[in-house]
T-cell receptor, first 114, second 114 residues
Framework: AQSVAQPEDQVNVAEGNPLTVKCTYSVSGNPYLFWYVQYPNRGLQFLLKYITGDNLVKGSYGFEAEFNKSQTSFHLKKPSALVSDSALYFCAVRDMYNFNKFYFGSGTKLNVKP | NAGVTQTPKFQVLKTGQSMTLQCAQDMNHNSMYWYRQDPGMGLRLIYYSASEGTTDKGEVPNGYNVSRLNKREFSLRLESAAPSQTSVYFC?????????????FGPGTRLLVL
C-alpha cells in the first residue's frame, strides 16, 4: 500500500528563518511525490513534485524539497520564511499501480510569525 | 481558462435531504476526482473517474454517488445527507496517463448537515 505521513500537525517559525515541513512515505517501488499548499478557504495548489532525477527539487514561491530514498523522506524546505507562507501544507504520493490515485498526508499547518 | 470550478460554494442541509455538488474543468483532462477534507485527516478520495463513462470507488464512497456527465463535468450526489457528511468537498482533475502530471483542485464546497 502507498502512504505518506506528516508527523507534525503544526510548525512555527519566525519570519526570515529557514523552514522545514516533514513528510515520509511508504511505497513499493519508485515514488511519485508531490507537495501542495492550501490557503484559508481555498483549494489546494501545486508546489512541486519529484518523479525522478535530482534529489533536490525546486518549486513555486521559493520552496524546494529534498528526496531521500534511504530515509524515505521528502521534506519541504525554504531558506527564508515569509509571513505569507503561513498556510496548510500537504504531502502526497501517486499510486504507481493506479496513476489515478493519490494518497495525501494529514497536513501540516505552518505559522510564520513576524 | 477557469481551471476547475465547483458549485455551490456553501450549503446547509438537514439530515435526510439530498443534493448534488457540481464540478467542471476546462483543461481537457481525462481524470476527475472527488475528495472530502476533514480536520486532521487530510484529503480522502470518495470517487474518481478515469475517463468519460467510467467511475470507481475511492477510500470513502459510502453514502455518495457520482456521475461523469461528459469529459468536462463530474457530479457528486448525496442521496440522504447525514451529519457525518459535514465536510469540505474538493473536486480535482488530472491527466492520468502522464505520471508527472499533478492534480488541479477546485475552490471547494463547504457542506454542513444539521
Amino acid at each position: 500500500a502507498q502512504s505518506v505521513a506528516q508527523p507534525e500537525d503544526q510548525v512555527n517559525v519566525a519570519e526570515g528563518n529557514p523552514l522545514t515541513v516533514k513528510c515520509t512515505y511508504s511505497v513499493s517501488g519508485n515514488p511519485y511525490l508531490f507537495w501542495y499548499v492550501q490557503y484559508p478557504n481555498r483549494g489546494l495548489q501545486f508546489l512541486l513534485k519529484y518523479i525522478t532525477g535530482d534529489n533536490l527539487v525546486k518549486g513555486s514561491y521559493g520552496f524546494e524539497a529534498e528526496f531521500n530514498k534511504s530515509q524515505t523522506s521528502f521534506h519541504l524546505k525554504k531558506p527564508s520564511a515569509l509571513v505569507s507562507d503561513s498556510a496548510l501544507y500537504f504531502c502526497a504520493v501517486r499510486d504507481m499501480y493506479n496513476f489515478n490515485k493519490f494518497y495525501f498526508g494529514s497536513g501540516t499547518k505552518l505559522n510564520v510569525k513576524p | 481558462n477557469a481551471g476547475v470550478t465547483q458549485t455551490p460554494k456553501f450549503q446547509v442541509l438537514k439530515t435526510g435531504q439530498s443534493m448534488t455538488l457540481q464540478c467542471a474543468q476546462d483543461m481537457n483532462h481525462n481524470s476527475m476526482y472527488w475528495y472530502r477534507q476533514d480536520p486532521g485527516m487530510g484529503l480522502r478520495l470518495i470517487y474518481y473517474s478515469a475517463s468519460e463513462g467510467t467511475t470507481d470507488k475511492g477510500e470513502v464512497p459510502n453514502g455518495y454517488n457520482v456521475s461523469r456527465l461528459n469529459k468536462r463535468e463530474f457530479s457528486l450526489r448525496l442521496e440522504s445527507a447525514a451529519p457525518s457528511q459535514t465536510s469540505v468537498y474538493f473536486c480535482a482533475s488530472s491527466e492520468w496517463a502522464q505520471v508527472q502530471e499533478t492534480q488541479y483542485f477546485g475552490p471547494g464546497t463547504r457542506l454542513l448537515v444539521l
